[in-house]
C-alpha cells in the first residue's frame, strides 16, 4: 500500500491550505480503513491531527489545536482522502502525513500500519 500526499506549501498566517492524499488500495479496503493525518515539526515529535472512519457515514477525530479550522474528508470511490486547513498558524508548520490502515481511531501514530511520504507546510507571521 502506498499514500502519496500532495498540497503542501509556503503560506501566510491565516491563509488556507488543501492537502490531498491518493492511496493505491483497492477502494473496499480504503473505505473499511481508518485514514488521518499526522504532522511533525521541527524538533519535535509526531501529533496526531485528525482521522476518520466510515461506518456508512463519515465520522472523525481532530486535535485540540486544529478543531474548528482544520477538516478532513474522503472519498471512498476514488481512495482520496484530503485536509481542509483554513485560517493557517505559525505552529502549524510541519510536516504532514498521511496515514492509514489503523484498526482503531487512536492518536498514537504506532496504531496506523500505512504512511505517506509527507509534505511540507510552511506557515509564515
Known amino acids: 500500500v502506498q499514500l502519496q500526499a500532495s498540497g503542501g506549501g509556503w503560506v501566510q498566517a491565516g491563509d488556507s491550505l488543501r492537502l490531498s492524499c491518493a492511496a493505491s488500495?483497492?477502494?473496499?479496503?480504503?473505505?473499511?480503513?481508518?485514514m488521518g493525518w499526522f504532522r511533525q515539526a521541527p524538533g519535535k515529535e509526531r501529533e496526531f491531527v485528525t482521522a476518520?472512519?466510515?461506518?456508512?457515514?463519515?465520522?472523525?477525530d481532530y486535535a485540540d489545536s486544529v478543531k474548528g479550522r482544520f477538516t478532513i474528508s474522503r472519498d471512498n470511490a476514488r481512495r482520496a482522502l484530503s485536509l481542509q486547513m483554513n485560517n493557517l498558524k505559525p505552529e502549524d508548520t510541519a510536516v504532514y502525513y498521511c496515514v492509514g490502515g489503523g484498526g482503531r481511531m487512536s492518536h498514537s501514530p504506532s496504531d496506523y500500519n500505512y504512511w505517506g511520504q509527507g509534505t511540507l507546510v510552511t506557515v509564515s507571521s
Open positions: 488500495m483497492s477502494a473496499r479496503t480504503f473505505t473499511a480503513s481508518i
Open positions: 476518520t472512519t466510515w461506518r456508512g457515514r463519515p465520522s472523525a
